[in-house]
Every structure is written in structure tokens, then in C-alpha cells.
């Protein structure tokens, strides 16, 4: 077991961590939560036929509600808001601000009623992150470095809230047995809310498909393959 969580966490590290790039290289022309919808309904299907073909029960209905809140916090919340200021955030500064989702995951659980409450190696190992991420991101900016645009910062702090409402949300919630099949569908309710947002929001209104570039269709791509079928599969589990 412990294997098997060090390599569910180097997916986490690494697969994970590029995905950001691959998020930026993807809005570069195509819209943010239209892609992301894509992404995540084109894995979602792909999980869930997989889980079906293996014998695995459809969700109740119960817990299909279940899904449709925790993968609306998680997708739209959280990967879309983070989607969406990468189209003026860096994809290495939008990677380390999303660092910082312990910290929220942490408070979260802390209000939530009966919750864990952080110790002092809780506190330490946030300070820690919290300093990390200082240095990577802090000096930057205070030696006048790159401006960054506070709708994009913004976005991501939100982002970061919604993700760990959701997190936390999920350890208690009523879910299918099988991991596979609570992350499908998680991706699919997900992806519902993500193509909503992206129609009231306008974003197809001046978008031409044919200006998409082979750089963000390979972004695209490696999103539903690595980001999602490796990266978020190992989170949910």
C-alpha cells in the first residue's frame, strides 16, 4: 500500500505539476472553461465506459449528486478559475500559488464541524510551504519584477478555496466504492457546469476554431491523458 501512495504522489508531483504548462500552451487558443469541459468530459466518458466494462455499478442517484457538487468545486471552481487566469498568469506562478491549497485544506477542515483540528507539526509543515512559496514567488515582485494581473490572482485564490471545499467535501460524502468510478464521475458532472459557464460567459461568441494551433490541441491532449487519466485519477484516490 505504501507503494502504491509514494507512486500516486509522484504522479501528483510530477505529471501534475507540468500540467500547467500544458494549460497555458491550451488557452492560448481555445477558451479556458470550454477546453477544460472538453478535457474533462472526453476523460470522464473514458473512465466510466472502462469502469461498466469492468463490472462496476452506475452511481446512485444520491451519489450522483454527490459528483455533481464535489466535481463542480474540484473542475469548474478550481481548474477552471485556474484555466482561466492562466490566459495572464504565468504557468509557473499559477503552479506555485495552487501550492498553497494545504494551507486551505487545512483551515477548511479546521471549520468544518467536527473536523480535525492542525497541530503544531501541521503549523510547521505550512510554514514551511508558505516560505517556499515566498521565495519563489515573493521577490519577484518586490524587486519590481513582472506585474501580475490581480483579476488572474485573484482567480487562482479562488480557485484555491474551491478546491479544498471540495476535497474536504469528498472525504465524507456518499460515492461509488470504486475510485475510478467516482473520479469519472466527478469528471463528467464537472464538465457539465464547465460547458455552461463557458456559453453564458460568451466565451464562443468570438471564438473561431480554426485559428486553434497544434500547440494548444497537444496541450489539450496531454490534459485528458496525463492531467487527467494519471494526475486527477491519483488525487481522487
Known amino acids: 500500500m505504501k507503494t502504491r501512495i509514494w507512486i500516486a504522489l509522484l504522479a501528483l508531483y510530477i505529471v501534475w505539476g507540468s500540467t500547467y504548462l500544458a494549460i497555458r500552451f491550451a488557452v492560448e487558443t481555445i477558451p479556458p472553461f470550454l477546453h477544460a469541459g472538453v478535457r474533462f468530459l472526453i476523460s470522464g466518458i473514458i473512465l466510466v465506459i472502462w469502469q461498466r466494462a469492468a463490472g462496476t455499478s452506475m452511481p446512485t442517484r444520491k451519489q450522483w449528486i454527490s459528483l455533481a457538487i464535489i466535481g463542480n468545486l474540484l473542475l469548474l471552481g478550481g481548474n477552471g478559475l485556474v484555466s482561466w487566469a492562466e490566459q495572464t498568469i504565468p504557468s509557473g506562478v499559477a503552479a506555485l500559488f495552487i501550492g498553497s491549497i494545504p494551507m486551505f485544506?487545512?483551515?477548511?477542515?479546521?471549520?468544518?464541524?467536527?473536523g480535525a483540528k492542525p497541530h503544531g507539526w501541521t503549523f510547521l509543515g505550512l510554514l514551511i510551504g508558505f516560505?517556499?512559496?515566498?521565495?519563489?514567488?515573493?521577490?519577484?515582485?518586490?524587486?519590481?519584477?513582472?506585474?501580475?494581473?490581480?483579476?488572474?490572482?485573484?482567480?487562482?485564490?479562488?480557485?484555491?478555496?474551491?478546491?479544498?471545499?471540495?476535497?474536504?467535501?469528498?472525504?465524507?460524502?456518499?460515492?461509488?466504492?470504486?475510485?475510478?468510478?467516482?473520479?469519472?464521475?466527478?469528471?463528467?458532472?464537472?464538465?457539465i457546469g464547465l460547458f455552461l459557464v463557458s456559453i453564458v460567459s460568451g466565451e464562443l461568441t468570438h471564438w473561431d476554431p480554426s485559428t486553434v494551433?497544434?500547440?494548444?490541441?497537444?496541450?489539450?491532449?496531454?490534459?485528458?491523458?496525463?492531467?487527467?487519466?494519471?494526475?486527477?485519477?491519483?488525487?481522487?484516490w
Not at 514567488?137 to 519584477?145: C, W
Open 213 to 236: 494551433t497544434t500547440q494548444s490541441v497537444l496541450g489539450l491532449v496531454y490534459l485528458i491523458l496525463a492531467g487527467s487519466l494519471i494526475g486527477f485519477v491519483a488525487y481522487g
Open 131 to 191: 516560505i517556499g512559496i515566498f521565495i519563489l514567488v515573493g521577490p519577484s515582485e518586490l524587486t519590481g519584477g513582472t506585474k501580475l494581473d490581480a483579476f488572474g490572482i485573484g482567480a487562482l485564490l479562488l480557485a484555491c478555496v474551491f478546491w479544498s471545499l471540495g476535497s474536504v467535501y469528498s472525504k465524507h460524502a456518499d460515492l461509488p466504492k470504486s475510485s475510478l468510478m467516482s473520479t469519472g464521475g466527478q469528471m463528467l458532472m464537472g464538465s
Open 105 to 114: 485544506l487545512v483551515v477548511t477542515e479546521a471549520f468544518r464541524p467536527g
